[in-house]
């Protein structure tokens, strides 16, 4: 079996219980129908006049008046024909129901998920028997199976998976004017921020350009070999030729106590129709609601254009501990709201994670790692699992704190720090280096990250040159290089 077939089963019965409640109801109107066209016959049958049937006759006449056929012939019907209309009434809502798993599995291949399609149609079961009785779901699996075959490995862009970008991001900068108001921390935003208009220029540009949106986890894959160990290797991603697979980070969204009065957001919030938005506090102290950061802003592009995401994978979210997360001082363990914000926190986090957003450390502290202590990494840890990840739930990917990483080394990590972080869970480790860059070794995945920042825009243009236009991307409002 795939690792897709088990990992797919309880959305299939989630999606089967489903379907099974929309036949209930399609059957129960229909009985309502019935019982309402009845009363009808029976109560205005014998008062129809000649001049009332009249244009019913002609309608009958053009072919449209089956409806009235239907119901005047009912009654007449011995309990036989009446079986065989309804058993010819069950064959059209089968019918209908299989155009929608058809449509539904169409709808997988707009985000190049051809084994989820074709799995979904391979499962379903109809009165006479599966899928392989209905022509339709046949000639739609050897198409679904046609296109999937035209699949190239990493869209033909790449020849290994340590080729692929992962590009990371902080906190947007939703006000231009705040952020850069030339007090002591512009030219800190102005080196390690990104503007909103910019993030949805590159966005627009990298999807233009082919780019798709992965999972880390869609990187490797964990195999068992004949000893019983496992180990990873490179996964294959297979999409339609000239696709570029990448991967996409945030860090920190904390939305720090520094931050406040600086043009950011000020928390994540679930909004009316139950999606991921955020909060922005203004001068006059009054709060909006909106896309002020990259979360929702993606969401809704991904939302407009599916194909930028593979499976549905959005972006990786690095958090800390110390100041809270997604605007939430969860670090406070006595506050009044702890609970309360605990509860929103979980809540936002489900639903992003429904919407392929995952989570990663980012320690506790946000102290560089290779200067600290083996002892306060371990303290650190131990202290983001039990305030973060308790809320967050597990992760095994981490995000170490200003990119530095644990140890320099081109070979094995050898250090007690890394026998802390795997020993605490974590199998992706994740710094900051201008190109891509990966290691994958038995029993971890390390992999750098491309910042998208004013200093990387700025200073280092010439690194960016490969992703996009910058002369198109840098924001005006942006000042030029002060630091
Ligand atoms: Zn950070």
């Given at each position: 079996m795939t690792e897709g077939h088990t990992a797919g089963k309880p959305k299939r019965r989630k999606k089967r219980t489903k379907r099974l409640s929309v036949i209930l109801l399609i059957e129960l109107l229909v009985l309502l129908i019935m019982a309402g066209s009845y009363f009808l016959i029976t109560k205005y049958g014998m008062n129809d006049g000649s001049s009332d049937k009249t244009p019913i006759n002609s309608e009958k006449n053009d072919g449209k008046g089956k409806n009235n056929d239907k119901q005047n012939t009912e009654e007449e019907l011995s309990p036989e024909e009446l079986e065989a209309l309804r058993e010819q009434e069950r064959l059209m809502r089968e019918i209908a129901e299989r155009d929608a798993l058809i449509e539904k599995a169409k709808k997988l291949t707009l985000s190049y998920d051809y084994d989820g399609a074709i799995e979904l149609i391979r499962s379903y079961q109809g009165k006479d028997g599966g899928y392989e009785v209905y022509p339709a779901l046949v000639s739609a699996l050897n198409e679904l199976e046609k296109e999937k075959a035209s699949l190239v490995l990493y869209g033909?862009?790449?020849?290994?998976?340590?080729q692929i970008n992962h590009i990371f991001f902080h906190s947007l900068i939703a006000d231009t004017s705040k952020a850069f108001d030339n007090d002591y921390d512009s030219v800190g935003y102005n080196m390690y921020m990104t503007t909103i208009d910019e993030f949805k220029k590159m966005m627009q540009s990298m999807y233009e350009d082919g780019y798709v949106l992965v999972s880390v986890h869609d990187l490797v894959k964990l195999v068992t070999d004949e000893n019983g160990n496992t180990k990873y290797v490179p996964a294959e991603i297979y999409l339609p030729a000239g696709k570029k697979p990448f991967v996409l980070s945030q860090d920190?969204?904390?939305?720090?106590?520094?931050?406040?009065?600086?043009?950011?957001?000020s928390r994540l919030v679930l909004d009316d129709d139950g999606k991921v938005t955020c909060e922005m506090i203004l001068d006059d102290g009054s709060v909006v609601r909106g896309a002020y950061d990259l979360i929702p802003i993606l969401d809704e592009f991904v939302e407009e254009h599916?194909?930028?995401?593979y499976k549905g994978a959005k972006g990786l979210i690095a958090l800390t501990g110390y100041e809270g997360v997604l605007g939430y001082?969860?670090?406070?363990?006595?506050?009044?709201t702890y609970e309360q914000d605990k509860e929103t926190v979980k809540e936002i986090v489900r639903v992003m994670k429904e919407n392929g957003w995952e989570f990663a450390s980012?320690?506790?502290?946000?102290?560089n790692l290779q200067e600290k202590s083996a002892a306060f990494l371990r303290d650190d840890t131990e202290r983001w699992k039990k305030e973060v990840e308790s809320i967050i739930g597990p992760t095994d990917v981490y995000v170490f704190p200003f990119g530095v990483d644990i140890e320099t080394t081109m070979d094995h990590y050898k250090s007690e720090k890394y026998a802390i972080l795997k020993e605490a869970g974590f199998n992706f480790f994740h710094g900051v280096y201008s190109k891509p860059w990966m290691h994958i070794k038995n029993d971890y995945v390390r992999m750098t990250r491309r910042p998208l920042d004013g200093q990387a825009m700025l200073e280092f243009p010439e690194r960016l040159a490969d992703l996009f236009d910058l002369n198109e991307i840098i924001d005006p409002a942006r000042p030029p290089k002060n630091w």
């Amino acid at each position: 079996m795939t690792e897709g077939h088990t990992a797919g089963k309880p959305k299939r019965r989630k999606k089967r219980t489903k379907r099974l409640s929309v036949i209930l109801l399609i059957e129960l109107l229909v009985l309502l129908i019935m019982a309402g066209s009845y009363f009808l016959i029976t109560k205005y049958g014998m008062n129809d006049g000649s001049s009332d049937k009249t244009p019913i006759n002609s309608e009958k006449n053009d072919g449209k008046g089956k409806n009235n056929d239907k119901q005047n012939t009912e009654e007449e019907l011995s309990p036989e024909e009446l079986e065989a209309l309804r058993e010819q009434e069950r064959l059209m809502r089968e019918i209908a129901e299989r155009d929608a798993l058809i449509e539904k599995a169409k709808k997988l291949t707009l985000s190049y998920d051809y084994d989820g399609a074709i799995e979904l149609i391979r499962s379903y079961q109809g009165k006479d028997g599966g899928y392989e009785v209905y022509p339709a779901l046949v000639s739609a699996l050897n198409e679904l199976e046609k296109e999937k075959a035209s699949l190239v490995l990493y869209g033909g862009s790449y020849t290994s998976v340590t080729q692929i970008n992962h590009i990371f991001f902080h906190s947007l900068i939703a006000d231009t004017s705040k952020a850069f108001d030339n007090d002591y921390d512009s030219v800190g935003y102005n080196m390690y921020m990104t503007t909103i208009d910019e993030f949805k220029k590159m966005m627009q540009s990298m999807y233009e350009d082919g780019y798709v949106l992965v999972s880390v986890h869609d990187l490797v894959k964990l195999v068992t070999d004949e000893n019983g160990n496992t180990k990873y290797v490179p996964a294959e991603i297979y999409l339609p030729a000239g696709k570029k697979p990448f991967v996409l980070s945030q860090d920190d969204v904390s939305y720090y106590e520094y931050m406040e009065g600086d043009g950011f957001a000020s928390r994540l919030v679930l909004d009316d129709d139950g999606k991921v938005t955020c909060e922005m506090i203004l001068d006059d102290g009054s709060v909006v609601r909106g896309a002020y950061d990259l979360i929702p802003i993606l969401d809704e592009f991904v939302e407009e254009h599916p194909d930028f995401s593979y499976k549905g994978a959005k972006g990786l979210i690095a958090l800390t501990g110390y100041e809270g997360v997604l605007g939430y001082r969860t670090n406070e363990l006595t506050s009044p709201t702890y609970e309360q914000d605990k509860e929103t926190v979980k809540e936002i986090v489900r639903v992003m994670k429904e919407n392929g957003w995952e989570f990663a450390s980012h320690s506790y502290y946000h102290r560089n790692l290779q200067e600290k202590s083996a002892a306060f990494l371990r303290d650190d840890t131990e202290r983001w699992k039990k305030e973060v990840e308790s809320i967050i739930g597990p992760t095994d990917v981490y995000v170490f704190p200003f990119g530095v990483d644990i140890e320099t080394t081109m070979d094995h990590y050898k250090s007690e720090k890394y026998a802390i972080l795997k020993e605490a869970g974590f199998n992706f480790f994740h710094g900051v280096y201008s190109k891509p860059w990966m290691h994958i070794k038995n029993d971890y995945v390390r992999m750098t990250r491309r910042p998208l920042d004013g200093q990387a825009m700025l200073e280092f243009p010439e690194r960016l040159a490969d992703l996009f236009d910058l002369n198109e991307i840098i924001d005006p409002a942006r000042p030029p290089k002060n630091w």
